[in-house]
């Protein structure tokens, strides 16, 4: 007996599972097929009592990912860091972070001149249309400023810290403005209990089968096939491919399409630690390294009592051996000795964006969209699809978004199943 679905999602990470919960809600009959363990890089794993997200991870409150969430049901709790304990490594030495109007008084990371540039920087944000800036590069933007050198140091490394990227000379200033936007009037969260209750919430609402390695996604002309790797065939009335990056989005079509040079992914090398105690200051942003170190729990709820998780990251990849020590000598800034390493785990070489907005290709809005597959039937989704969003804000809005086609593709090819 052959069961045909009306959406068939590839693909079991952040961008999947929400497409496949949005054509589920949608009265869609869906089915979300992965080939590991469902939840991609938002995957949790526990050690010891220490919950470990795949490094640092922080959810946008006024981004297009909790609204997706909102939509779908997906109650997500935790708290936000504490912005009061940030500090800014500059020369070596840490001054407070700069996080309002009061710190900004206090901090000695600028002098009054720069402090000024800064304000007045701030005080423009809110009123800056990102799209203005979609075919700048971050560099081009910030020579616009004006900011003395001490200013611009500081907005460097809050960029790097709110987009998990560091190449300047390439991504466009949309994204960062935005995030900055974002960041500025809404904040973000720490999610209690990691981002596995998040994955769970969106998992509930939508078959998952896991275990299933899918090899191709043809449009017959009257439909979807999806081939997998077993000799499993599975036959819907449309598809959403979301198996993560680039490449293996495109292996799964039959005919490449052109997205054009999209760039390499953007990685970063992370440092999840499990504490005996907890650090203070805990938090250190840096202006001489693309570092950030963060003490996710507390305040959310990832460790024992009395314990906690750090995690840090540094924007961009050299050798495992360098990045590791660079992480650890963070680590030690953060108060963190040696001998108070209960558990850890390092990843040498994490995706954090299979690939990032650029300048030369219209920033956001130059992005290739959910319905650039080649196929009428087929759309697609992840990080680095569609205009709205970056890191997970984007895989759950172009999920959505994908979703949304693909039902309405197949509503328009026959009776749907459900």
């Known amino acids: 007996m052959t069961t045909t679905w009306d959406v068939i999602v590839v693909g079991g990470g952040m961008a999947g599972l929400a497409a496949g919960a949005t054509a589920a809600r949608a009265g869609a009959s869906a089915v979300v097929l992965e080939a590991h363990q469902p939840g991609g890089r938002a995957r949790t794993t526990e050690k010891d009592g220490f919950v470990f997200n795949m490094g640092g991870h922080a959810l946008y409150c006024g981004g297009p990912g909790m609204e997706v969430l909102r939509d779908l049901g997906v109650a997500v709790s935790g708290p936000k860091p504490l912005l009061k304990e940030y500090q ?25 001149r720069g402090k000024a540039g800064f304000a007045k920087l701030l005080g423009l944000l ?42 300047f000379a390439n991504l466009s200033a949309d994204a960062a403005v935005s995030q900055l936007q974002s960041s500025a009037a809404h904040g973000v969260l720490y999610l209690d209990d990691g981002w596995q209750p998040l994955l769970d919430g969106l998992a509930g609402k939508v078959e998952v089968r896991s275990g299933l390695r899918v090899e191709s996604v043809a449009d017959d002309g009257t439909g979807v096939v999806v081939e997998a790797a077993d000799g499993t065939r599975l036959f819907g009335r449309s598809a959403v491919v979301a198996p993560g990056g680039v490449a293996a989005t495109r292996s799964l079509l039959p005919d490449a399409p052109d997205w054009g040079d999209l760039g390499e992914p953007v990685v ?10 907890i650090p203070s200051p805990g938090y250190i942003m840096s202006t001489d390294d693309p570092v950030f170190a963060s003490r996710q729990s507390p305040p959310a709820r990832q460790a024992p009592p009395g314990d906690s998780v750090l995690a840090l990251m540094r924007y961009g990849t050299r050798t495992a051996a360098e990045d590791r020590a660079q992480l650890d000598h963070y680590r030690r800034l953060a108060e963190v000795a040696d001998d108070a390493v209960a558990v850890e785990r390092f990843l040498a070489r994490m995706v954090v964006i299979g690939a990032m907005p ?34 997970a804000d984007a895989s759950l809005a172009s999920g959505r978004d994908a979703a949304r086609a693909a039902v309405r593709a197949a509503e328009g090819s026959a009776t749907m199943v459900a």
């Open 88 to 112: 800014l490594l500059i020369d070596g030495e840490l001054h407070l972070l700069p996080s309002g109007p009061s710190t900004l008084l206090k901090t000695t990371a600028m002098t009054p």
């Open 358 to 391: 650029l300048a030369r290709n219209g920033g956001l809005q130059g992005r290739p969209t959910v319905t650039a597959t080649g196929s009428r039937r087929v759309f697609m989704a992840g990080d680095w699809v569609g205009p709205d969003g970056l890191l």
């Open 126 to 167: 809110g009123r800056l249309k990102p799209s203005d800036f979609a075919g700048t590069t971050v560099d081009e933007w910030l020579a616009d400023q004006g900011l003395r050198p001490d200013a611009e140091r500081v907005v460097r490394a809050l960029i790097r810290t709110s987009t998990y990227n560091a190449d």
């Open 268 to 277: 970063a090398a992370c440092l999840d630690v499990g504490v005996r105690g």
